[in-house]
């Protein structure tokens, strides 16, 4: 027995509570150790490679001091005494603030996107080195003239500059990540080629009808298919006609009303332009012989990588006579629409020379590209100019008769042109590739499901897209069918100079002149001065074609059918001060059909243009137009089709009553498609059930993309209720009141599932809520990882075939997934005053200040100005870097 002495020195043993509190304590303290010191390795991590913006570098290969001052957004202005020092310093800001996207972007280029990432994008490389961009790339610089090519050496040196002082997660957060799968993975030196290859990716991401022509040739073969084993007679022809109607001439607009005489340019010489001859197949290659796992998603995912053809890929563009302004100076706007990507396709920069003259002639400003030196749309002290996508048609699918290496031409056998590639792959076995050509271009059937369906069945669409069904001549029955790709980007051209005579025009002749060496991927050139000169000239490399037009595949066999040149540039549209006091071009029809060559039958269908045009004319019938109406207009948010479904929706008997409610919010509704209304939501959400019960759920599905072309399809079927394809047998539906009550349930059941069954409540913001995403690690399907790149999503209104346009896809999601990616409007009385905008920031490295501090304002269309003069750069600086030579 203890004493009481001996008790009192034993100490007490704690309670369980105690005990398990103090484990806790000692858990948690370990973990919030664990997570400050994770936190700080991962802080640590994400900024070292944050740039240096301010202070001095000495570097190698400059020739003298640069300045780079940058402004509260992080975007450089930079000063040189020469060319060379110019663009060096270019190469080594975009360097800083964008390299991974710059080496993502010449993987994809150079078809070398598994030497990153691994076996998936094996299919995709097979694909992209199959069209040889890298191929007519270096063609292109080893065609350039030295003060060009000198350009690019020294934009490669700048970026080698900065490769010199840094590497893996230096570089940028990215290289951390991807150096968990592929840890022996370095960048190589930057090279000329790779920045003229991003041109050719450009030129996919607007490269004009080819996902309509696949379309159309798909949907013959399934129509005949269909009518024969119902034993139907369908005329497909008619049907296809009635889905892809003509450009509404006698609705909306055209570009050029009437083309202008201008002078001739007089540059000594016409500017050649590649033709191709029999004897010549030019530089692209063809198609390989590997099946690959996943090649039904071969074009997505070259899409996603460079950029996709998807809804509300095209631009709007203005410019407005002094007549018609405030000030008496012309002003011009420009908002590009492009897929939507994290960091924006743009990089905005200037670029001075520290004394203006011809040795070092660039006082210029506006977007780049990031790995492109030079500005591609911008102004100069004297020019501004911007950019739409002409959409004229400039890709034809060709079917061919191959049998073994050959292939039939004019009832002979030719050769195939043939290759063989290695794609590398990290992680894995190096995968040889076999490609071929014929005198059209690469044999792509075989790398995607839908080329290789038109060669499995090519005679529906030859039988459209012909005068009569295109045979093949006798003896030809052993040969096989194959799809081959003539694009004029596959050819060498000459816009890798273009950009940089745009830069240096002082007038409309310069302008003219730059225009003619813009050759693909093709653009409407829009112009104004200082002068108070407006101007338009269609400029690329446009085909003169032979029997066919290029609607649907030709026949490959028959040399007919081949192009026989390309339309001279000198008879190209053009306008100079029309009488109007305006021109407009947003991808609608550039001229009328009595125009002497053939363009396209695939223009947008003018909505956006017919309305910019409207808000131009109602602005100025009031009062002289202002920088701030151009910024209006770009941001009008009125959906066409919403203003027909209103007026339609308002006799339709609809038996539900909050259905009724529903589709009373659209009785007072203005058809604007802003964030924050409920009419909008209900709208849109009605589109796309209209659209889907009439088109998509049918036994046999008619195409649902491409939302302009439905309006124009079904704004006709509303003024003719007895259109047949008002009934559909498949969702029981006999007549266009049908079908407009079954769908406006519809509409109203999901919006109820999506935000709750109180109409007012109801918003088409969040609906439409953007989510920027990386194009890499952003979709890693690793939510950490994710979660370090990506961000949103930001409400915004809109939407598609909306002078705001913000693009999503039917039967899809109603997200948005092409944006304007850049607003401008450029004040040609004051170019300080000029105001600018694009999707995400200046920088392209996550968590920095500028990754997308632009994108609140992007997503309510807030510009800025932006300083341009040498006074106003330098009030505007917060940093300032030199950069000087070495030693």
């Known amino acids: 027995m203890m004493t009481d002495s001996q008790e009192s020195a034993v100490p007490s043993r704690p309670s369980l509570g105690v005990r398990?509190?103090?484990?806790?304590?000692?858990?948690?303290?370990?973990?919030?150790?664990?997570?400050?010191?994770?936190?700080?390795?991962?802080?640590?991590?994400?900024?070292?490679?944050?740039?240096?913006?301010?202070?001095?570098?000495?570097?190698?290969?400059?020739?003298?001091?640069?300045?780079?001052?940058?402004?509260?957004?992080?975007?450089?202005?930079?000063?040189?005494?020469?060319?060379?020092?110019?663009?060096?310093?270019?190469?080594?800001?975009?360097?800083?603030?964008?390299?991974?996207?710059?080496?993502?972007?010449?993987?994809?280029t150079a078809g070398r996107v598994a030497e990153m990432f691994g076996e998936s994008q094996a299919a995709t490389d097979a694909f992209l080195r199959t069209l040889g961009w890298r191929a007519v790339a270096e063609a292109e610089v080893e065609a350039m003239d030295d003060t060009t090519l000198g350009y690019y050496e020294a934009y490669a040196d700048g970026v080698n500059a900065y490769l010199a002082t840094r590497s893996g997660a230096e570089l940028s957060l990215e290289y951390a990540v991807l150096g968990i799968q592929n840890p022996d993975y370095a960048p190589e030196p930057w090279e000329p080629a790779d920045s003229v290859a991003w041109l050719k990716a450009m030129a996919w991401d607007l490269r004009g009808n080819i996902e309509d022509e696949t379309e159309r040739s798909l949907l013959a073969a399934e129509l005949t298919a269909g009518a024969d084993d119902a034993g139907e007679a369908v005329d497909t022809g008619e049907l296809l006609a009635k889905l892809y109607p003509e450009y509404p001439f006698d609705?909306?607009?055209?570009?050029?009303?009437?083309?202008?005489?201008?002078?001739?340019?007089?540059?000594?010489?016409?500017?050649?332009?590649?033709?191709?001859?029999?004897?010549?197949?030019?530089?692209?290659?063809?198609?390989?012989?590997?099946?690959?796992?996943?090649?039904?998603?071969?074009?997505?995912?070259?899409?996603?990588l460079v950029g996709d053809v998807g809804e509300g890929i095209g631009s709007n563009s203005w410019v407005v006579s002094g007549d018609l302004t405030e000030t008496g100076m012309p002003l011009l706007a420009n908002d590009p629409h492009?897929?939507?990507?994290?960091?924006?396709?743009?990089?905005?920069?200037?670029?001075?020379?520290?004394?203006?003259?011809?040795?070092?002639?660039?006082?210029?400003?506006?977007?780049?590209?990031?790995?492109?030196?030079?500005i591609v749309i911008g102004h100069n002290q004297h020019v501004a100019w911007g950019f739409t996508n002409l959409t004229t048609d400039v890709t034809d699918l060709y079917v061919e008769r191959v049998v073994g290496d050959e292939?039939?031409?004019?009832?002979?056998?030719?050769?195939?042109?043939?290759?063989?590639?290695?794609?590398?792959?990290?992680?894995?076995?190096?995968?040889?590739?076999?490609?071929?050509?014929?005198?059209?271009?690469?044999?792509?059937?075989?790398?995607?499901?839908?080329?290789?369906?038109?060669?499995?069945?090519?005679?529906?669409?030859?039988?459209e897209g012909t005068e009569a069904p295109a045979a093949p001549p006798a003896g030809q029955d052993d040969a096989e069918y194959a799809v081959s790709l003539r694009w004029t980007a596959l050819d060498p051209g000459?816009?890798?100079?273009?950009?940089?005579?745009?830069s240096t025009a002082q007038d409309f002749d310069d302008f003219r002149y730059a225009a003619s060496l813009f050759d693909v991927p093709a653009q409407n050139l829009i112009y104004a001065d200082t002068e108070g000169n407006i101007g338009y000239q269609t400029p690329g490399r446009l085909p003169i074609r032979g029997a066919g037009d290029g609607w649907m595949p030709q026949p490959g066999w028959d040399s007919s059918y081949d192009w026989t040149g390309y339309i001279p540039f000198e008879e190209l549209p053009v306008s100079y001060n029309p009488s109007s006091g305006y021109i407009v071009t947003a991808n609608n029809a550039i001229v009328t059909?009595?125009?002497?060559?053939?363009?396209?039958?695939?223009?947008?269908?003018?909505?956006?243009?017919?309305?910019?045009?409207?808000?131009?004319?109602?602005?100025?019938?009031?009062?002289?137009?202002?920088?701030?109406?151009?910024?209006?207009?770009?941001?009008?948010?009125?959906?066409?089709?919403?203003?027909?479904?209103?007026?339609?929706?308002?006799?339709?008997?609809?038996?539900?009553?909050?259905?009724?409610?529903?589709?009373?919010?659209?009785?007072?509704?203005?058809?604007?498609?802003?964030?924050?209304s409920p009419a909008a939501a209900y709208a849109n959400v009605l589109w796309s059930n209209l659209v889907q019960n009439i088109f998509g759920e049918r036994e046999q599905p008619l195409p649902i993309d491409g939302q302009a072309r439905l309006f124009t399809v079904v704004a006709d079927m509303l003024d003719d209720p007895s259109d047949p394809l008002w009934s559909n047998p498949?969702?029981?539906?006999?007549?266009?009141?049908?079908?407009?009550?079954?769908?406006?349930?519809?509409?109203y059941d999901e919006l109820v599932s999506l935000q709750g069954d109180v109409p007012a409540r109801w918003n088409w913001g969040d609906l439409h809520a953007i989510t920027l995403t990386s194009d890499t690690l952003g979709t890693s399907g690793i939510a950490p990882i994710e979660a370090l790149f990506n961000r949103g999503p930001y409400p915004v209104g809109g939407g598609a075939s909306v002078v705001n346009a913000t693009g999503w896809e039917l039967g899809v999601s109603y997200a948005t997934t092409t944006v304007p990616s850049m607003r401008m409007v450029i004040d040609l009385s004051d170019f300080d005053a000029s105001t600018w905008n694009h999707l995400t920031g200046a920088s392209g490295h996550a968590f920095h200040e500028h990754y997308t501090d632009q994108t609140a304002d992007w997503a309510v269309g807030v510009q800025k100005p932006?300083?341009?003069?040498?006074?106003?750069?330098?009030?505007?600086?917060?940093?300032?870097?030199?950069?000087?030579?070495?030693?």
Request: with cysteine; net charge negative.
């Open 338 to 374: 492009l897929g939507a990507s994290l960091p924006s396709v743009w990089y905005q920069v200037q670029l001075k020379c520290s004394t203006v003259n011809d040795a070092c002639p660039f006082d210029v400003g506006g977007f780049s590209f990031s790995g492109l030196p030079g």
């Open 407 to 463: 292939y039939w031409r004019d009832g002979a056998l030719v050769p195939l042109e043939q290759s063989t590639e290695t794609i590398k792959v990290a992680g894995g076995d190096d995968i040889e590739l076999t490609i071929r050509s014929t005198v059209h271009g690469p044999i792509i059937s075989g790398l995607t499901d839908d080329f290789t369906a038109i060669a499995d069945d090519p005679e529906p669409a030859l039988a």
């Open 593 to 676: 059909d009595d125009y002497a060559y053939f363009l396209s039958r695939d223009w947008d269908y003018g909505y956006r243009a017919a309305r910019i045009a409207h808000l131009i004319e109602r602005h100025a019938a009031v009062a002289p137009l202002t920088a701030q109406d151009m910024r209006d207009i770009q941001m009008d948010d009125e959906m066409w089709i919403g203003t027909q479904l209103a007026s339609a929706m308002a006799d339709v008997d609809v038996s539900r009553a909050d259905v009724r409610e529903a589709v009373d919010l659209l009785l007072p509704w203005d058809a604007q498609n802003t964030a924050s």
């Open 20 to 108: 398990i509190g103090r484990i806790a304590f000692l858990v948690v303290a370990g973990i919030i150790v664990i997570a400050v010191a994770a936190a700080f390795v991962v802080t640590w991590t994400i900024q070292r490679s944050f740039p240096q913006t301010s202070g001095a570098i000495e570097l190698d290969g400059l020739k003298a001091e640069v300045t780079v001052q940058r402004d509260d957004r992080g975007i450089p202005t930079i000063t040189a005494d020469s060319t060379d020092d110019l663009f060096y310093a270019e190469g080594f800001v975009h360097a800083q603030d964008r390299f991974f996207e710059m080496d993502f972007r010449r993987h994809v």
């Open 251 to 304: 609705e909306n607009p055209v570009i050029v009303p009437k083309i202008s005489s201008v002078p001739a340019l007089d540059t000594g010489a016409e500017p050649t332009a590649y033709t191709p001859t029999e004897s010549d197949d030019g530089i692209q290659q063809a198609t390989t012989t590997i099946e690959w796992k996943e090649t039904s998603s071969v074009i997505e995912a070259a899409s996603e």
């Open 494 to 502: 000459t816009t890798a100079t273009a950009i940089f005579a745009l």
């Open 866 to 887: 932006w300083a341009y003069s040498a006074k106003a750069v330098d009030g505007s600086t917060v940093d300032t870097l030199i950069l000087s030579p070495a030693g």
């Open 730 to 747: 498949k969702i029981d539906v006999d007549g266009m009141d049908a079908m407009l009550a079954l769908s406006a349930e519809e509409a």
